[in-house]
């Protein structure tokens, strides 16, 4: 099992930044895949950043060029960079780890973006 706790939330103004923290209880070396995901109000959830199993790392088209997923190996953390935030980037992000077979997810942290 993995616990994981997201960290950085909170209400931004568009075009500005947050950057978002999730904290793994185990090593993250023994995490198969581990990123971000949302979902905002009636919609499913998506895919944002996640590192992969073969160490690739994926975007949604929607984030590209605006979003940075990055790790801390020693710290078991995994971090999300939002620079230039827009209305739509509104959502619960939640990190997500893999081990296989399972996936974990932390509760989740409020993004809003809003004038």
């Known amino acids: 099992q993995v616990q994981l706790v997201e960290s950085g939330g909170g209400l931004v103004q568009p075009g500005g930044s947050l950057r978002l923290a999730c904290a793994a209880s185990?090593?993250?070396?023994?995490?198969?895949?581990m990123g971000w995901y949302r979902q905002a109000p009636g919609k499913e959830r998506e895919l944002v950043a996640l590192f992969t199993t073969g160490g690739n790392i994926n975007y949604a088209d929607s984030v590209k060029g605006r979003f940075t997923i990055s790790r801390d190996w020693a710290k078991n953390m995994v971090y999300l960079q939002m620079n230039s935030l827009k209305p739509e980037d509104t959502a619960v992000y939640y990190c997500c780890a893999r081990v296989s077979p399972y996936d974990y997810w932390g509760q989740g942290t409020q993004v809003t973006v809003s004038s």
């Open positions: 185990r090593s993250i070396f023994s995490i198969n895949a």
